[in-house]
């Protein structure tokens, strides 16, 4: 089974900083690519930032320049550097990753749990 575990979430104030990070588990083939998506209260879950296995990084207009998105291919994780915060990127943050769990197979989703970031302007 492969789950996706996620840690770094909390509460800060506008202008600081937080780390997010999603590590890959379980019996898996390979990982490709990762993303961290976020879900406002009452809005629709969206992409903020992705990066591919060669390392190909893309990001939200809302996030790019303050955020930075990660990987570490060897340890499956995925990390998001999130600077200068605002009360906007509230929001339970969400791990994705593409998977196949054998040579044979298609790769599918599979998503963390979420770990709640609470901005306070």
């Known amino acids: 089974q492969v789950h996706l575990e996620e840690s770094g979430g909390g509460s800060v104030q506008a202008g600081g900083s937080l780390r997010l990070s999603c590590t890959a588990s379980?019996?898996?083939?390979?990982?490709?690519?990762m993303s961290w998506y976020r879900q406002a209260a009452g809005i629709k879950r969206e992409l903020v930032a992705s990066?591919?296995?060669?390392?190909?990084?893309s990001y939200s207009d809302s996030v790019k320049g303050r955020f930075t998105v990660s990987r570490d291919n060897d340890k499956k994780t995925l990390t998001l550097q999130m600077n200068g915060l605002e009360s906007e990127d509230t929001a339970v943050y969400y791990c994705?990753?593409?998977?196949?769990?054998?040579?044979?197979?298609?790769?599918?989703?599979?998503w963390g749990q979420g770990t709640q970031v609470t901005v306070s302007s």
């Open positions: 990066v591919t296995t060669g390392g190909t990084t």
């Open positions: 379980g019996l898996l083939f390979s990982v490709e690519d």
């Open positions: 994705n990753a593409k998977i196949r769990r054998t040579i044979l197979s298609d790769s599918r989703d599979y």
